[in-house]
Nanobody, 122 residues
Framework: QVQLVESGGGLVQPGGSLRLSCAAS????????MGWHRQAPGKQRDLVAA???????TYADSVKGRFTISRDNAKNTVYLQMNSLKPEDTAVYYC????????????????WGQGTQVTVSS
């Protein structure tokens, strides 16, 4: 049973930074692409960023240049470094994993975490 546990969310002022972490259990981490999605109140859940096993990354246009996704295969952990945060980044952020990057892009990942709240407000 793969479990994804997110941490690192919280309240931050506009322009600030946060780093989200997602620890994965099981050897499945090694064979899966990893992603972060987010969902704001009343909105659909959207892809933020994803990274393949080989380290190839993809980002939503709204976060390019501000967010960085990375993975540490030795620790079974994926990170999302978020800089220059804006109020519109406020959302619940979900870690997810799937063997196919296309499934992550489509929001149809096999494995999902419980989510961590990120609030950007002064």
């Amino acid at each position: 049973q793969v479990q994804l546990v997110e941490s690192g969310g919280g309240l931050v002022q506009p322009g600030g930074s946060l780093r989200l972490s997602c620890a994965a259990s099981g050897s499945v981490f090694d064979s899966n692409a990893m992603g972060w999605h987010r969902q704001a109140p009343g909105k659909q859940r959207d892809l933020v960023a994803a990274v393949t096993r080989g380290g190839t990354t993809t980002y939503a246009d709204s976060v390019k240049g501000r967010f960085t996704i990375s993975r540490d295969n030795a620790k079974n952990t994926v990170y999302l470094q978020m800089n220059s945060l804006k109020p519109e980044d406020t959302a619940v952020y979900y870690c997810n994993a799937d063997s196919l990057l296309s499934q992550i892009r489509a929001g149809r990942s096999r494995y999902w975490g419980q989510g961590t709240q990120v609030t950007v407000s002064s």
